[in-house]
Nanobody
Framework: QVQLVESGGDLVQPGWSLRLSCAAS????????TGWFRQAPGKEREGVSC????????LYSDSVKGRFTISRDNNKNTVFLQMNSLKPEDTAVYYC????????????????????WGQGTQVTVSS
């Protein structure tokens, strides 16, 4: 069964760090691009970051560039999102999903091209 499962969300204070995990089963993440998205209440789902191993690409939205780092562990078939210097506006449910390397190269921030969405993990940044 093809599945992605997110974990690592928590309630933290501004300036703290979190590491989210996206564990894949039923397929190899190495063959696809993996994206992280987030959705806050009342807002559209927003692309946060994407990693495409075949193209050697790591991509970030302007809102997280310099604070978040995406990486992967082939042995664990898992993609991580290291989030530093968290801000209240980072509060959202974070999702991971997979897409083709082609979509990631030209449309990585558009959710329409992704599939096998996980159930999401809640990140709350509040003092």
């Amino acid at each position: 069964q093809v599945q992605l499962v997110e974990s690592g969300g928590d309630l933290v204070q501004p300036g703290w760090s979190l590491r989210l995990s996206c564990a894949a089963s039923g397929f190899s993440l190495d063959a696809f691009a993996t994206g992280w998205f987030r959705q806050a209440p009342g807002k559209e789902r927003e692309g946060v970051s994407c990693i495409s191993p075949r193209d050697g690409l790591t991509l970030y939205s302007d809102s997280v560039k310099g604070r978040f780092t995406i990486s992967r562990d082939n042995n664990k078939n898992t993609v991580f999102l290291q989030m530093n210097s968290l801000k209240p506006e980072d509060t959202a449910v974070y999702y991971c999903a997979k897409t083709s390397p082609f979509w990631a190269r030209f449309n990585w921030g558009r959710a329409a091209g992704y599939g096998n969405w996980g159930q999401g993990t809640q990140v709350t940044v509040s003092s």
